[in-house]
């Protein structure tokens, strides 16, 4: 067994920990997804109002900058848990990897400021900063969203796909961060994924709500406009979504073998391997599930006769949970599948009639899109990061050699779900309140449709 | 000073500007939870919220700025201190959820009482952060901090007379340097009866804080006598003296009303016991674990720095333009004055859409070939490409702003 920083620490808790951390990260990943797509969005909305001059999409973009800075609020403060818990649950991490991949967050932290800095300017220059110069403040904010989401996902990719080290003695030498983060052909998939997921989340979330409207009969053009602009933009990255997340799927299946053996519940290394459809893994296999010949091996490898490594090549204790992992798997792409499907009607009505889908039903699956995106989001987030387990930094460093060896887990862990459970209720009010302040008829002119 | 030294620089710079920067907008909490019921407890609650509300996010990337630097630069010593120092650091944790939180909700309040809930609730964690902050240092000041995953006692490594004295310091200090800039800017502002509230409260916070000071060098010579030995005879001593100096000169300035001076000569003052501190306990970062053994390799080291230099290129001007215009009045207070711009017929000329569906077909086929079907890096650069390519060139073709005033017309059949 390697040696850390720390020689290894006791800990009752640690499924506990890993539940905090994931709590805190399943919190954080949303906001992550609107702090990505809403200032894009709605610089869009301004823009089309510095070329028309209509003010709807001055009335648009102001009201979601509303949105924007109530969710950024929230993100600061669980960004900022989830860099404390990197210290607090997991000390021997950091502690020891830290040289390696601590730059990234330096730089994603600088990117966070941009950020900051920038949402000030925007939000409260409103109205007193010129329109082009107050146009020209959004740009930062979308282009450090990018940035920062970089610098994160480098280092989820690293702790994927370890490298630019070498572990001596507990110590880590020949340490080249920037080969270790930027150098790693692993993160690109995940970047561009999770850089879609967020337009998704973003995008069904706002036109969800609308969808609402106008199944209580609100269908101005206001709430029109308010619809077609952020489910165009989610559409458009639901439809991307499919061969991203094939290219994610080949990936894993060349660098984390076991995980991809997890995601599709395969005990044992087989040629040409049988894709399953739900059911449930017991004993080494799927059972109940829907079996389709070689499909594994096909979409894997690209050959129906390709051989798929199993779970029984390696040890029971470096196995992940793998019904946690399949079925948050099987999850992601069932949503994903759905989404596209809803994103297919839309383009195709859209480009085929020239309008917005007539049909109750389409605005009904589009108010359950929004939250169905978010359950996807965390099912591929739990899909990567349960699937590594029990590694934290693959095949170098075990979770359970990671972790704090500080008592009092499962009281912190309970009083942080208590707090989040509470900035959840404040937030849903919150948006409840600025959703529900009237809009000013005469902000919606010109031609103005009944509302 | 050597390059392992350099970050460490770096991270008291950051701790520094947090405490005068995000500790104003902490202290600033303070003052709206004291600040009484009424109209006149009223007004002083918005007028904090106003003049932080613009700025307070970018003071708080401050501490992620420390956090990241001291994980980067010095990994050993903070899973060493984050480890035993946990539960300082839980509290100071959820003391700023509270107040992230409340700073979201004071948006949707409707009514007084809404809002005094909200503000109560960021007072007491605007007290409730900086005290647990100040005791972590204390812990690590009073060295209690061993080297090890959570090697040191959860409780008393904070929760000691260092601690303790180092807490209640860090509370005066953001309630009195909150008191100096918003009597600075209501003084700009000309709003005479706030200036006047501010100033006593300036006074009376600036007094506690140096009754505090005071009383606890009899705190560090009880309890830990190394680092007042540093600061008082040793290379702290000159830093100490200076941070006595502009204490004292910045409630002079207070009292005389120059309240943009004080606000800079109490800066120095928090700037140089921050200096001081580090200048008394060094070479030592924790008990047996000196600076450069602390220290990152010195690849990381060189890395680690280039990227503070040139974020810090980045974030000054854009920080130095957010204060300019919250100073100038032009992100507080002033009425919309936007110039309306001259109208442009449409959105997008709708010449080309059939091409353009055209092209973001044709966009994501080739991805889908290039994605899916091949495996080389040249061929997921060009698919990559493509796709996103299809995704402009897709919004673009289905120009959802017209969209929404062609479907005017179906909206009755809609109903």
Not at chain 1, 47 to 63: F, I, N, P, S
Not at chain 1, 368 to 394: D, M, N
Not at chain 2, 9 to 22: E, K, P, R, S, W
Not at chain 2, 125 to 146: E, H
Request: hydrophobic fraction near 55%; charge should be positive.
């Amino acid at each position: 067994m390697a040696a850390f920083a720390f020689p290894p620490a006791h800990q009752a808790y640690l499924l506990q920990a890993r539940q905090m951390q994931a709590l805190s990260f399943s919190v954080h990943i949303p906001l992550v997804c609107f702090g990505i797509a809403l200032p894009a969005i709605i610089l869009y909305v301004e823009w089309c109002y510095l070329r028309t001059g209509d003010m709807l999409y001055r009335t648009l973009a102001q009201r979601w900058t509303r949105i924007m800075v109530a969710l950024f609020a929230v993100g600061v403060i669980t960004g900022t848990i989830l860099s404390f818990e990197m210290g607090l649950l997991w000390p021997n991490f950091t502690a020891t990897f830290g040289s390696v991949f601590g730059l990234g967050f330096a730089i994603e932290g600088f990117s966070f400021f941009i950020e900051a800095i920038f949402i000030g300017i925007y939000v409260y220059g409103w109205g007193r900063l010129s329109p082009r110069m107050h146009f020209a403040s959004g740009i930062p904010i979308v282009v450090s969203g990018i940035t920062g989401s970089f610098m994160v996902i480098a280092v989820n990719g690293w702790m994927n796909h370890p490298s630019g080290f070498r572990l001596v003695g507990g110590k880590t030498v020949d340490v080249h961060p920037v080969a270790a983060l930027f150098g790693n052909s692993y993160f690109w998939h995940e970047l561009l994924h999770m850089y879609l997921a967020g337009y998704m989340v973003t995008g069904f979330l706002l036109a969800g709500a609308y969808a609402v409207g106008r199944l209580r009969g609100r269908w101005g053009r206001y709430e029109r406009t308010a619809l077609a602009i952020p489910l165009t933009i989610a559409a458009l990255a639901a439809i991307a979504q499919g061969p991203v997340g094939d290219w994610a799927a080949r990936d894993v299946a060349t660098t984390q073998p076991i995980k991809l053996a997890a995601i599709e519940g395969l005990g044992t290394t087989t040629k040409g391997a049988d894709e399953h459809l739900l059911g449930w893994y017991v004993d080494g296999r799927v059972k109940y599930g829907i079996a389709i010949p070689d499909l594994l091996s096909l979409l894997a490898f690209h050959n129906p006769n390709a051989t798929v490594q199993g779970l029984n090549t390696v040890p029971p204790d470096r196995r992940p949970p793998v019904n946690v992992v399949r079925v948050a798997f099987q999850t992601m792409v069932g949503i994903g599948t759905l989404l596209g499907l809803i994103a297919v009607i839309f383009l195709f009505v859209r480009w085929r009639h020239k309008r917005l889908p007539d049909s109750v039903w389409f605005y009904r699956a589009l108010v359950f899109a929004g939250p169905l995106s978010v359950v996807a989001l965390i099912s591929g987030w739990v899909t990567t990061e349960v699937g590594r387990q029990p590694w934290i930094v693959y095949h170098v460093m075990l979770t359970n050699q990671a972790v704090t060896g500080a008592s009092g887990i499962p009281v912190s862990y309970g009083a942080l779900a208590l707090v989040y459970l509470a900035v959840a209720c404040g937030v849903a009010w919150v948006l409840r309140r600025l959703a529900r302040v009237p809009i000013d008829p005469g902000q919606l002119s010109p031609s103005q449709a009944a509302g | 000073m050597r390059l392992y030294d350099v970050p460490l620089v770096f991270a008291l710079i950051g701790l520094g500007l947090y405490t005068v920067l995000a500790g104003a907008d902490f202290g600033g909490g303070f003052w709206a939870l004291t600040a009484g019921s009424g109209p006149a407890g009223e007004r002083i609650r918005d007028y904090v919220h106003h003049s932080v509300a613009a700025v307070w996010e970018a003071n708080h990337v401050w501490l992620i700025f420390v956090l990241t630097v001291v994980w980067t630069a010095y990994p050993v010593a903070f899973g060493s201190i984050a480890s035993t120092l946990s539960v300082a650091l839980i509290i100071a944790g959820f003391g700023i959820i509270v107040r992230g939180a409340a700073y979201a909700l004071r948006s949707g309040t409707s009514s007084t009482a809404e809002t005094r809930v909200v503000d109560t609730a960021s007072g007491l964690s605007s007290v409730l952060a900086p005290f647990a902050l100040g005791a972590a240092i204390g812990g690590i000041a009073s060295r209690r901090v061993p080297v090890g995953n959570a090697a040191g006692n959860l409780v008393t490594s904070w929760l000691n007379p260092v601690g303790t004295l180092i807490g209640a310091l860090a509370v005066a200090t953001c309630a009195y340097l909150a008191a100096v800039y918003l009597a600075a800017d209501a003084a700009r502002r000309e709003e005479h009866d706030l200036t006047r509230r501010f100033r006593a409260r300036a006074l009376g916070a600036g007094l506690a804080a140096g009754a505090i000071a005071l009383g606890g060098v009899v705190v560090l010579h009880a309890d830990a006598h190394p680092l007042y030995h540093g600061l008082v005879a040793g290379d702290g001593a000159p830093a100490l003296i200076l941070s006595v100096l502009a204490g004292i000169c910045a409630l002079g300035l207070v009292w005389a009303g120059r309240f943009e001076a004080a606000q800079y000569t109490a800066a120095v003052a928090v700037g140089a016991i921050i200096a001081g501190w580090a200048l008394a306990q060094q070479p030592v970062f924790l008990p047996h674990l000196t600076i450069a053994q602390a220290a990152a390799p010195h690849d990381t080291l060189v890395a680690i720095t280039v990227a503070v230099l040139a974020g810090a290129a980045i974030v000054f001007p854009s920080l130095a333009l957010l204060f300019r215009l919250t100073l100038a009045g032009r992100l507080g207070h002033t009425d919309d004055a936007a110039a309306t711009p001259a109208p442009v017929a449409a959105v997008l000329s709708a010449s080309t859409p059939g091409l353009l569906v055209r092209v973001a077909a044709a966009c994501l086929l080739i991805s889908l070939a290039f994605l899916t079907a091949a495996d080389a890096r040249w061929a997921h650069v060009i698919g990559v490409s493509a796709l996103l390519v299809f995704i402009v060139t897709g919004f673009l073709a289905a120009t959802p702003a017209e969209l929404a005033q062609t479907s005017a017309s179906r909206e009755n059949h809609a109903e």
